[in-house]
């Protein structure tokens, strides 16, 4: 069965249940009400004809007579016919004699004085002439009340077949709503399930179904997203691995073959390419690790500056042959952070390295660390060609390159790394720019 089918039956028997108790309930207030109406209105009536017999006669022989005549006591049964309903008065005259029988009260018997204060009495110029005992009996409904009592319970039930109807349709629709939307996460996972990623179902409401789909849209842009990274960061690689294999072996094949003379600049072309490719099978299994959450750091007090002075110097040489100014800006008195300074020299190490690609001749990055509140901020800032504002957002994926460019041998993994260093310390790796032409600030959050 579906789960439409199920909703609709659920929410239709839900209220069948609310709309039957509903018609139960009020079917037995309105008898018990029209009854004690009845009951009211026939004392009323029975005290007031069994007075005005009383104040023309002076005695009450013969009431029941003239009592039945007006339909307030049932008649006396034709021969053959089953006796009345019980009565539901009976009436006492001022000797405590009983002279309309009722229920348990019989004709002249004498009826204790402590009973007749549960009666109502019936006065003459002040005086009590009799007393009217009630037993209990419900008084017999005429032809035109029964009607009317009829009439009140048929149109509670139609008022509950119209109730079901409404409530069938109400949920049938709720239901359709209810399922409609993941009718189309249903159809999207299929897609999903068959390699097309990037699905995007309408988000309906804003209740927790809406907020599904659009988690599920959100997810579905991350995969894609992820896949595309990863498809790039293959290509990427592969170009990467293509490049230096295919200098060496050409080398490789030239010497072997006699066409080249093994020469020392040679081998040290070869043995670059070499490093190269160490390099970047290093920072594939860096990644690996830390997707595995298998990467481990070593710990130990280290003060900000010492880390900016250990990256500045290994990249001074290389930032002068640039004709780069590099320089470190750091409190002279900072708490040590409790880091693995290896990672962190990795982590720098990317940052200015990249600078260093990215900023031209007579330009200048600056290393600068300060203190916060809750934490250490260290920043990597140059005057280079910046980063345009479409590409921050995704400027530490993998492999990602805004201009699609290759520059040198590098695998474009380096900010991907460095993110995932960071992260692993608990911190927060950030990038500004201005735009294009205007330098980037990276800076990296480590709280206290």
């Not at 004709?107 to 004085?113: A, P, T, V, Y």
């Not at 993941?182 to 299929?190: E, G, K, P």
């Not at 695998?411 to 990038?431: D, P, R, T, Y």
């Given at each position: 069965m579906k789960l439409t089918h199920k909703l609709t039956l659920a929410f239709l028997l839900v209220s069948l249940i609310a709309i039957g108790l509903a018609a139960l309930f009020v079917q037995a207030?309105?008898?018990?009400?029209?009854?004690l109406y009845l009951s009211g209105q026939r004392q009323a009536e029975f005290i007031a004809a069994a007075s005005d017999y009383y104040k023309s006669n002076r005695r009450w022989a013969g009431v029941d007579t003239v009592l039945r005549k007006q339909g307030l006591l049932p008649p006396f049964p034709e021969p053959g016919q089953a006796p009345p309903d019980p009565?539901?008065?009976?009436?006492?005259?001022?000797?405590?004699?009983?002279?309309?029988?009722?229920?348990?009260?019989?004709?002249?018997?004498?009826?204790?004085?402590?009973?007749?204060?549960?009666?109502?009495?019936?006065?003459?110029?002040?005086?009590?002439?009799?007393?009217l005992l009630i037993t209990g009996q419900t008084p017999n409904r005429t032809p035109l009340e029964e009607k009317y009592l009829t009439?009140?319970?048929?149109?509670?039930?139609?008022?509950?077949?119209?109730?079901?109807?409404?409530?069938?349709?109400?949920?049938?629709?709720?239901?359709?709503?209810?399922?409609?939307?993941?009718?189309?996460?249903?159809?999207a996972t299929h897609a999903m399930a068959q390699g097309k990623l990037e699905q995007q179902v309408p988000v309906r409401s804003a209740d927790e179904l809406g907020e599904l789909a659009a988690a599920f849209n959100q997810m579905s842009a991350d995969l894609a997203r992820a896949n595309q990274s990863r498809k790039?960061?293959?290509?990427?690689?592969?170009?990467?691995?293509?490049?230096?294999?295919?200098?060496?072996g050409g080398y490789l094949e030239s010497l072997r073959d006699g066409v080249l003379k093994a020469t020392p600049q040679r081998f040290d072309t070869m043995y670059t390419e070499v490093q190269h490719l160490q390099r970047l099978v290093e920072d594939l299994r860096l990644l690996s690790l830390a997707d595995a959450g298998e990467l481990v750091l070593h710990r130990q007090p280290v003060t900000p500056?010492?880390?900016?002075?250990?990256?500045?110097?290994?990249?001074?040489?290389?930032?002068?042959?640039?004709?780069?100014?590099?320089?470190?800006?750091?409190?002279?008195?900072?708490?040590?952070?409790?880091l693995d300074p290896?990672?962190?020299?990795?982590?720098?190490?990317?940052?200015?390295?990249?600078?260093?690609?990215?900023?031209?001749?007579?330009?200048?990055?600056?290393?600068?660390?300060?203190?916060?509140?809750?934490?250490?901020i260290l920043w990597v800032q140059d005057t280079g060609s910046g980063i345009a504002p479409e590409i921050l957002p995704r400027i530490f994926e993998r492999?990602?390159?805004?201009?699609?460019?290759?520059?040198?041998?590098?695998?474009?993994?380096?900010?991907?790394?460095?993110?995932?260093?960071?992260?692993?310390?608990?911190?927060?790796?950030?990038?500004?720019?201005?735009?294009i032409g205007k330098g980037a600030l990276f800076s990296a959050f480590f709280p206290f």
């Amino acid at each position: 069965m579906k789960l439409t089918h199920k909703l609709t039956l659920a929410f239709l028997l839900v209220s069948l249940i609310a709309i039957g108790l509903a018609a139960l309930f009020v079917q037995a207030a309105t008898s018990t009400e029209f009854n004690l109406y009845l009951s009211g209105q026939r004392q009323a009536e029975f005290i007031a004809a069994a007075s005005d017999y009383y104040k023309s006669n002076r005695r009450w022989a013969g009431v029941d007579t003239v009592l039945r005549k007006q339909g307030l006591l049932p008649p006396f049964p034709e021969p053959g016919q089953a006796p009345p309903d019980p009565q539901p008065y009976a009436l006492v005259d001022q000797n405590l004699e009983v002279v309309i029988p009722a229920g348990k009260y019989l004709i002249g018997q004498k009826i204790q004085k402590s009973e007749l204060d549960q009666g109502v009495s019936i006065e003459l110029n002040g005086l009590v002439v009799g007393t009217l005992l009630i037993t209990g009996q419900t008084p017999n409904r005429t032809p035109l009340e029964e009607k009317y009592l009829t009439s009140v319970n048929q149109s509670l039930l139609v008022a509950a077949l119209g109730g079901s109807l409404i409530a069938l349709l109400l949920g049938l629709f709720l239901a359709r709503s209810l399922t409609h939307p993941l009718r189309d996460l249903t159809v999207a996972t299929h897609a999903m399930a068959q390699g097309k990623l990037e699905q995007q179902v309408p988000v309906r409401s804003a209740d927790e179904l809406g907020e599904l789909a659009a988690a599920f849209n959100q997810m579905s842009a991350d995969l894609a997203r992820a896949n595309q990274s990863r498809k790039q960061m293959t290509a990427d690689i592969a170009h990467d691995l293509r490049n230096p294999l295919t200098v060496i072996g050409g080398y490789l094949e030239s010497l072997r073959d006699g066409v080249l003379k093994a020469t020392p600049q040679r081998f040290d072309t070869m043995y670059t390419e070499v490093q190269h490719l160490q390099r970047l099978v290093e920072d594939l299994r860096l990644l690996s690790l830390a997707d595995a959450g298998e990467l481990v750091l070593h710990r130990q007090p280290v003060t900000p500056n010492e880390l900016l002075q250990r990256a500045a110097a290994a990249y001074q040489h290389q930032a002068e042959q640039q004709g780069i100014q590099l320089s470190v800006d750091a409190e002279d008195v900072l708490p040590e952070m409790n880091l693995d300074p290896e990672r962190m020299e990795q982590v720098l190490g990317n940052l200015v390295s990249n600078a260093l690609r990215y900023t031209p001749e007579g330009g200048e990055i600056r290393l600068t660390a300060r203190q916060t509140a809750d934490g250490v901020i260290l920043w990597v800032q140059d005057t280079g060609s910046g980063i345009a504002p479409e590409i921050l957002p995704r400027i530490f994926e993998r492999s990602y390159r805004g201009d699609l460019s290759r520059q040198g041998n590098e695998s474009g993994l380096g900010l991907n790394i460095a993110k995932s260093i960071v992260e692993l310390h608990g911190g927060v790796i950030s990038v500004e720019s201005g735009g294009i032409g205007k330098g980037a600030l990276f800076s990296a959050f480590f709280p206290f």
